[in-house]
C-alpha cells in the first residue's frame, strides 16, 4: 500500500489504508513503512490509535528531517502524539548510544565543542573526512595545481583497496569499506521510540574487526545479511539500567 507525502488529506488516506489492513481476514504480522520522518510517525499514530497489535518498523527519508527534529517540533504542542508511537520499531543510521569506544569518544568531544549531541550528519562527514586525510596522507597527496591528475589516481587507487572489512578503515561509524558496486556495507541499526526519544534495540548487529572474538559471537549466514561479510558480522546484545545504556 503506498500514500502520497504531499497529500493534503493524509489523515483521511492512513484511515482508508488502515481499513484496508483491517479487512484482511489474518492479523497482521508486520507492519513495515518507508516515508519522511513526520508522514511516517503520522501513519504510526493513526494506526495505533486504531488499537493496531502488530509490530511497526519504520524506514525513514534519509534526506528529511530526523526523528528528534520532529520531537522537537512536538514537545510544545498538546497533541497526545508520543503515546501513539511508544514501542514502534525505527530504522537509524547510527545510534550513538550502541557505538564502540570510538563512537562515544566522538561524541563526547562534539558535546564538548558544541554544546550539543550530534546527529548521524555529523558522524558521517566525520568519517568521509578521516577517510580522505587517511588517503592523503598515505598516498603523500601532493596537493598542487600541476598534480591533480595524479593525486586524484592516488586517492581513486587507496579507495580500491579498501574492498573488505580486513582493509576498511575503522570509524565513529564503524568500519567502513566498499564493496564491488562501491557501496559501503553496514548493518542496519534498529532503535525503539521510547518516552519521547530513541533507544537501541535490544541486539543489534556490529561489524567487526577482530576475527578472534567470534568464537563468542553469533555468526549470521551470507543469505541473512544481504550483502554484508558474514564472517565478520556478529550480535551485539544492549542491556539497560533505568534507560541508561550499559553497553
Known sequence: MSFNPMD??????FDQIISQLKSKNKETDIIFII???PQGLQAIKQINQA???SPIIMVRDMSGMDYYQYANSLRKSSTPFFKYINGSFVEMPIIFESTDEKGQRFI???KSLYGEKPDFRAA???DTALVLTSAIMQKKIKGERQSIQEDRKHIHHFLKECYSSEKAIIGTT???????KRNSPKPVKIGIIQNQTIIPALTQFTMIDDKNVLSKSVVLTKKST???ESE???TTNIKYCLYRCLC
Open 8 to 13: 493534503t488529506s493524509l489523515d483521511r488516506t
Open 226 to 228: 544481504d550483502g554484508l
Open 174 to 180: 564503524g568500519l567502513i569499506y566498499f564493496d564491488a
Open 51 to 53: 488499537k493496531n497489535q
Open 108 to 110: 563526547k568531544e562534539y
Open 124 to 126: 558521517y562527514a566525520y
Open 35 to 37: 516515508a519522511p520522518t
Open 232 to 234: 565478520n558480522l556478529n
